[in-house]
């Protein structure tokens, strides 16, 4: 079976379910395909996705872009959206030293990760 790069990233972000997702607050940008960008919180962050908030109803499957303060731009895919909650797949896995960096820097002294 041949899997396009759609298909082999969904399978990726299935089994990376089980990495670590941290909890978190990361003041941020997000701009939906079509829309403006507007200002965020990310509440949790693994190196396959993140939740963030979201007042404006986004729709599974939807493109989007979250901005993080010191990085580019990241694609993702609109994966859930729940009372105000947004839930996002990357398009291409954040890299683990990036996640780490980020996570030095914005996780609390304690950290409680969990996975889903």
Avoid: K
Wanted: charged share 15%.
């Amino acid at each position: 079976m041949i899997l396009n790069s759609h298909e082999r990233y969904e399978l990726a972000a299935q089994e990376d379910r089980c990495s670590p997702r941290t909890r978190l607050t990361i003041p941020a940008q997000l701009r939906a395909s079509g829309g403006r960008a507007f200002q965020t919180v990310v509440h949790d962050l693994s190196i396959s996705g993140f939740s963030a908030s979201a007042i404006n109803r986004m729709h599974q499957g939807q493109l989007c872009w979250i901005t993080l303060p010191g990085l580019e731009s990241l694609q993702a895919e609109v994966v859930w959206w729940d009372n105000s909650i947004v839930g996002c797949a990357f398009d291409q896995l954040l890299s683990p030293i990036v996640h780490d960096n980020i996570l030095a820097r914005y996780a609390p002294s304690t950290v409680y990760r969990y996975t889903a």
